[in-house]
């Protein structure tokens, strides 16, 4: 094991029965801790989301008052991909499709 000082704090996501995709995005935050910069903005690129993650994500933002800034840094993604999820699901004049993967 490459951290075994971290399997303790994981332990509570590992052991569910069902693993989705927001508690990998909490293990590797957990597990990443403080990593270089440039690295981790190269690994966002490289993300795509499916509905359901898009919506818990949006869920977060509802129940805990946040701001799109405020929702991009805590998920660390793009502004621009919260602001686009949010047309693409709650907006009746933009049609996208979305069978396709977000950003």
Known sequence: MKYPEKEELCRHI???KNIE?????CLSTI???NENRE???SNQKLKSY????????LDYQKKY???NTELAKHFKLSRNSVAKWKK???STEN???LDKPFY
């Open 39 to 41: 690295r981790i903005r």
């Open 31 to 33: 597990i990443a801790g």
């Open 95 to 97: 049609e996208m499709a």
């Open 88 to 90: 693409a699901f709650f």
């Open 21 to 25: 995709p927001l508690d990998i995005i």
């Open 14 to 16: 590992l052991t569910k």
């Open 65 to 67: 008052n946040l701001n």
């Open 50 to 57: 499916d509905k359901k993650t898009i919506f818990q994500i």
